[in-house]
């Protein structure tokens, strides 16, 4: 007979251990009707449909009469409320709930994008490599490459998605205004105020010879091909061709690298192309976890905890857990709960509670680590066609030129 381990009912139902035995000890003396199975001397419960409904249940009352001395109830400040939309909000809560994790992007408002412009401006001044050094040898290697597939074509745009600082984009900027290429430079990001970092560095980098043109977008979902229309029903957009930046590594973060990519595909035209930077899967890599602006610290990075402090979720009330998933390969940054937790979320017209229980985590970082071939094999998938890949001499950085493949070649 199928049973469960006590340890798969501890995950499955977000329940103590002790529980679980008071469970077996309930269906012994008949005030739960549990079927239990003996194996080897110990007693298990029987995995049946009725036992997971009974179970179910159990859980579930457990949940509701939760000793209240010992849950604890946070509210979110009202920085939260004014920083994020009431969709932004339902779709924090929604992930909570179902996938125990906290979408990446929305770290990056407000002082979350200074955080993240202090830990890039960290990484340029090391010595050692890291994602943004990476980047920056990799464009530049590949400037060649990019002449070749930009021949004939007078009007270059830049479409530079989840911006961040501009920084890694600069010195293709000077490129292509050395050589009259640069027609527009669009920046998205969900952050305005990332974008209004991004758009001071390109002042103070070209002045007035480049107008920024900065977009609030969730890649996760938003297409951007409407900001390109006007340029591709001109009389000159034979001789116009949107080159499309994902760099940074940013698409390895999100819980389903297809559907983004899916977003991205969605949203060139037939001649456009896209450059991808990725740190493929090594085992230095498995292990490197700093995203401190200050190098060397060991808690939560601000940015990191940036959502967790408007939520009012203190610090006394998790442990940091920082790992890599072998069996997933997924290196991840999470909290595991040390106490119940209700999560009060109110609203003008109503309230919503979240209830997390003791043990309990909560993602806050996902990488997936994938070697190059596979990186490649994911841009494929969706239907891009490889033009250009190469790494950086230490070979822990990768740099893609993709086009879209077209019907009449998929055909075949």
Same mark, same amino acid.
């Given at each position: 007979?199928?049973?469960?381990?006590?340890?798969?009912?501890?995950?499955?139902?977000?329940?103590?251990?002790?529980?679980?035995?008071?469970?077996?000890?309930?269906?012994?003396?008949?005030?739960?009707?549990?079927?239990?199975?003996?194996?080897?001397?110990?007693?298990?419960?029987?995995?049946?449909?009725?036992?997971?409904? *009974?179970?179910?249940?159990?859980?579930?009352?457990?949940?509701?009469?939760?000793?209240?001395?010992?849950?604890?109830?946070?509210?979110?400040?009202?920085?939260?409320?004014?920083?994020?939309?009431?969709?932004?909000?339902?779709?924090?809560?929604?992930?909570?709930?179902?996938?125990?994790? *906290?979408?990446?992007?929305?770290?990056?408002?407000?002082?979350?994008?200074?955080?993240?412009?202090?830990?890039?401006?960290?990484?340029?001044?090391?010595?050692?490599?890291?994602?943004?050094?990476?980047?920056?040898?990799?464009?530049?290697?590949?400037?060649?490459?990019?002449?070749?597939?930009?021949?004939?074509?007078?009007?270059?745009?830049?479409?530079?998605?989840?911006?961040?600082?501009?920084?890694?984009?600069?010195?293709?900027?000077?490129?292509?205004?050395?050589?009259?290429?640069?027609?527009?430079?669009?920046?998205?990001?969900?952050?305005?105020?990332?974008?209004?970092?991004?758009?001071?560095?390109?002042?103070?980098?070209?002045?007035?010879?480049?107008?920024?043109?900065?977009?609030?977008?969730?890649?996760?979902?938003?297409?951007?091909?409407?900001?390109?229309?006007?340029?591709?029903?001109?009389?000159?957009?034979?001789?116009?061709?949107?080159?499309?930046?994902?760099?940074?590594?940013?698409?390895?973060?999100?819980?389903?690298?297809?559907?983004?990519?899916?977003?991205?595909?969605?949203?060139?035209?037939?001649?456009?192309?896209?450059?991808?930077?990725?740190?493929?899967?090594?085992?230095?890599?498995?292990?490197?976890?700093?995203?401190?602006?200050?190098?060397?610290?060991?808690?939560?990075?601000?940015?990191?905890?940036?959502?967790?402090?408007?939520?009012?979720?203190?610090?006394?009330l998790y442990d940091v857990e920082m790992g890599f998933n072998e069996e997933t390969r997924m290196r991840y940054v999470r909290i595991r709960l040390k106490t119940t937790l209700t999560?009060?979320?109110?609203?003008?017209?109503?309230?919503?509670?979240?209830?997390?229980?003791?043990?309990?985590?909560?993602?806050?970082?996902?990488?997936?680590?994938?070697?190059?071939?596979?990186?490649?094999?994911?841009?494929?998938?969706?239907?891009?066609?490889?033009?250009?890949?190469?790494?950086?001499?230490?070979?822990?950085?990768?740099?893609?030129?993709?086009?879209?493949?077209?019907?009449?070649?998929?055909?075949?």
């Amino acid at each position: 007979m199928l049973y469960f381990r006590h340890n798969e009912l501890v995950e499955r139902f977000r329940v103590s251990l002790k529980t679980v035995h008071n469970w077996i000890d309930a269906a012994k003396q008949g005030k739960l009707e549990l079927q239990l199975h003996v194996h080897n001397g110990r007693t298990y419960i029987a995995n049946t449909a009725k036992n997971n409904t *009974i179970l179910e249940t159990q859980a579930e009352k457990g949940k509701k009469y939760r000793n209240t001395l010992h849950n604890r109830v946070v509210t979110p400040g009202a920085s939260f409320y004014n920083l994020y939309n009431r969709r932004q909000i339902l779709d924090i809560i929604s992930n909570i709930e179902i996938h125990r994790e *906290i979408p990446r992007q929305y770290n990056y408002l407000d002082g979350g994008a200074t955080n993240w412009d202090n830990w890039l401006k960290r990484l340029e001044k090391e010595d050692s490599p890291n994602i943004l050094k990476g980047t920056l040898e990799l464009i530049q290697t590949n400037l060649g490459a990019l002449e070749l597939l930009l021949e004939g074509y007078k009007r270059i745009n830049i479409i530079d998605i989840g911006v961040g600082n501009a920084r890694p984009v600069k010195e293709l900027l000077e490129y292509l205004l050395k050589r009259n290429l640069l027609h527009r430079y669009v920046a998205i990001d969900i952050s305005e105020s990332m974008l209004q970092i991004a758009e001071q560095n390109i002042k103070n980098w070209f002045g007035d010879k480049i107008t920024f043109e900065g977009h609030v977008r969730d890649i996760t979902y938003e297409r951007f091909d409407d900001l390109l229309v006007d340029d591709m029903l001109a009389n000159k957009a034979d001789e116009t061709l949107n080159l499309v930046l994902f760099l940074g590594a940013t698409l390895i973060n999100f819980r389903s690298t297809s559907d983004v990519l899916r977003v991205v595909y969605g949203s060139m035209g037939p001649d456009d192309l896209l450059v991808y930077s990725d740190k493929p899967d090594t085992e230095a890599a498995r292990h490197y976890f700093d995203f401190n602006p200050q190098p060397g610290l060991t808690e939560l990075s601000p940015n990191h905890r940036f959502i967790l402090d408007l939520m009012n979720i203190d610090k006394s009330l998790y442990d940091v857990e920082m790992g890599f998933n072998e069996e997933t390969r997924m290196r991840y940054v999470r909290i595991r709960l040390k106490t119940t937790l209700t999560i009060n979320f109110k609203f003008e017209d109503g309230e919503r509670e979240v209830h997390l229980e003791k043990g309990d985590t909560i993602l806050l970082l996902r990488v997936w680590h994938l070697t190059t071939l596979e990186i490649l094999a994911e841009f494929e998938k969706i239907g891009f066609i490889l033009l250009q890949s190469s790494l950086t001499r230490d070979r822990q950085f990768q740099l893609t030129i993709s086009a879209l493949e077209s019907r009449s070649t998929r055909d075949l």
